[in-house]
């Protein structure tokens, strides 16, 4: 069955260091996104991303947050200079395109990233 | 504003007893909702959704919801709990259209008991 699959696991990072997350969507997949969720804490958007443009982004994506599609498969989360208030498990997920857009999101396992 | 409110923190069930997992919401238009578990160490996996239709869905391993769009719910049942059920579910609605985003609950904590 096919999954999203993220990398890394975890990333422990200095705050101020720039990180990168990456996300292998759903192959057939159109529409990606990016959720986080602070340990004890519910799982919050970040950002959509269809058709190689941000679609919707939330008040947590400022400026030190950016998406890439750099290829045809991966789907990466840039943080510029991290703070400790962003350690949390970053969830990546992926949904297909059909009519009006009702289908699930698919979830990776997730990359705990942990600033300190 | 969209909302989800999963008013119990964790909920106790025997093994082989029904389970309910409530879940209410609030979103304007025709709401998308969404069940999905948790289990430690893994990510978030879809179990079931309601659309439109019939207000009983049913999804994976044996899990059921009932929509009422009166009472704005659409709580999580199970007619015999397992332990291996044991997890951490989440309760999700989008607005209708496009690639809307997901409103998450705040989660409720399920532990089965042999």
């Known amino acids: 069955e096919p999954e999203v699959t993220q990398t890394p696991s975890h990333q422990v990072t200095q705050m101020g260091q720039e990180v990168i997350l990456r996300c292998v969507p759903i192959?057939?997949?159109?529409?990606f996104y990016w959720y986080r969720q602070i340990l004890g804490q519910k799982v919050e958007f970040l950002v959509s991303?269809?058709?190689?443009?941000?679609?919707?982004k939330s008040e947590i994506f400022d400026d030190q947050f950016s998406v890439e599609r750099p290829d045809g498969s991966n789907f990466t989360l840039k943080i510029r200079s991290t703070k400790l208030e962003d350690s949390a498990m970053y969830f990546c997920?992926?949904?297909?395109?059909?009519?009006?857009?009702?289908?699930?999101?698919?979830f990776g396992p997730g990359t705990r990233l942990t600033v300190l | 504003a969209q909302s989800v409110a999963q008013p119990e923190d964790q909920v106790n069930v025997a093994e082989g007893n029904p389970l309910t997992v409530k879940c209410t919401y609030s979103v304007s238009g025709n709401p998308y909702l969404f069940w999905y578990v948790q289990y430690p160490n893994r990510g978030l996996q879809f179990l079931l959704k309601y659309i439109t239709g019939d207000n009983l869905v049913k999804g994976s391993y044996g899990f059921e919801a009932e929509f009422n769009k009166s009472q704005t719910s659409f709580h999580l049942k199970k007619p015999s709990a397992l332990v291996s059920d044991s997890a951490l579910y989440f309760c999700?609605?989008?607005?209708?259209?496009?690639?809307?985003?997901?409103?998450f609950g705040a989660g409720t904590r399920l532990a089965v008991h042999p």
């Open positions: 997920a992926s949904s297909s395109l059909s009519g009006i857009g009702y289908n699930e999101q698919f």
């Open positions: 991303f269809y058709n190689n443009e941000i679609s919707e």
């Open positions: 999700a609605v989008r607005r209708s259209g496009g690639y809307n985003k997901l409103i």
């Open positions: 192959s057939n997949h159109l529409y």
